[in-house]
């Protein structure tokens, strides 16, 4: 039984990622994320099979389309929000962080350090086989809270029981999507908004909420 135990453990351990050794699908080794040509999707352990993987990377594309606000009053709310995905089997380390939430959005290797661009704003999803994890940060106050959060990831749990992760992804990715199509219209509707009380950055992940 001990000896088992000790199998189970390595088995786990060899499986699994920290963002030290995850790989980056914007980086020269985009192939280790088992996609063709610098992406925003990174998919090592193959739990989508290339054709799904290649259709996740086209909702990921949309999803910065369908954001975009082009009357909107802030130049980020115009380029739309960029959402970048990492799978893994199990979650992604280090250890101890919170159970909700994913280090995606702190990575170097996926997110511009420029803070004065858009491309720093970003929705981070972690697809785990027990569930999915995010992050956020996004300098204009139009981030999702955190029972919305639950919400989409217990709306996919039938799919993930039967391992249809492609599903539950594409689902989550298009639910995701109309709540800030709907929360951006929200915040263009109301005049009494501006600039100077928008402008901070909010910032949610295993490293900071």
């Not at 606000?69 to 739309?80: A, I, S, T, Y």
């Not at 940060?137 to 955190?146: A, F, G, H, V």
């Not at 919305?148 to 539950?168: I, T």
Request: charged content about 30%; glycine content about 8%; overall charge neutral.
């Amino acid at each position: 039984m001990f000896k088992f135990i000790i199998l189970t453990c390595l088995i786990i351990k060899t499986h699994s990622w920290t963002w030290d050794d995850y790989p980056s699908p914007r980086g020269p080794n985009y192939s280790k994320c088992r996609v063709s040509k610098p992406a925003h999707v990174c998919d090592p352990d193959g739990m989508l099979t290339d054709q799904q993987r290649k259709e996740i990377g086209e909702l990921v594309e949309d999803f910065k389309e369908k954001t975009k606000r082009p009357k909107g009053k802030f130049q980020c709310w115009r380029d739309g929000l960029r959402l970048v995905v990492a799978l893994a089997k199990n979650k992604i380390g280090p250890e101890g962080t919170s159970t909700g939430t994913t280090g995606l959005c702190e990575n170097s290797g996926w997110i511009t350090s420029d803070i004065g661009k858009c491309e720093t704003d970003v929705q981070g999803i972690e697809l785990n086989v027990d569930g999915f994890r995010y992050c956020y940060q996004i300098r204009l106050l139009i981030s999702l809270n955190k029972d919305e959060f639950e919400r989409l990831n217990k709306s996919e749990n039938p799919q993930l029981k039967n391992k249809d992760y492609f599903g539950a992804l594409k689902n989550y990715i298009g639910n995701l999507r109309m709540l800030y199509i709907h929360r951006l219209s929200v915040f263009e509707s109301h005049d009494s908004f501006n600039e100077d009380n928008l402008k901070s950055t909010t910032t949610h992940s295993d490293f900071g909420d």
